[in-house]
């Protein structure tokens, strides 16, 4: 059974920091392209960061330069470090998962966990 599971959320003023992490387990993680995606209230799901198994990092042109996404095999996690938070980082963070980064492949989605960044 896979699981992905989210900590890390919550409740941050602007200009400050959260670190996101996102346990896998049930996957062959290492071979797996890691995402976080977020989903504020009346908008659609977004892609914010993703590293690839080999390492290789892609964000957001709106979280490049504050946020930093990365991966421990060893403990089967992937992290992202948000810094310099704005109100707009509001959202639900959702930690994915796909094998080689493949639509041949199933995708795997977290629960999710909630960042607030008042205004």
């Known amino acids: 059974q896979v699981q992905l599971v989210e900590s890390g959320g919550g409740l941050v003023q602007a200009g400050g920091s959260l670190r996101l992490s996102c346990a896998a387990s049930g996957i062959h993680f290492s071979i797996n392209h890691m995402s976080w995606y977020r989903q504020a209230p009346g908008n659609e799901r977004e892609l914010v960061a993703v590293?690839?198994?080999?390492?290789?990092?892609n964000y957001a042109d709106s979280v490049r330069g504050r946020f930093t996404i990365s991966r421990d095999n060893l403990k089967n996690t992937v992290y992202l470090q948000m810094d310099m938070l704005k109100p707009e980082d509001t959202a639900v963070y959702y930690c994915?998962?796909?094998?080689?980064?493949?639509?041949?492949?199933?995708?795997?989605w977290g629960q999710g966990t909630q960042v607030t960044v008042p205004s």
């Open positions: 590293i690839s198994s080999g390492g290789s990092t």
């Open positions: 994915h998962a796909q094998q080689h980064g493949s639509n041949r492949y199933p995708e795997y």
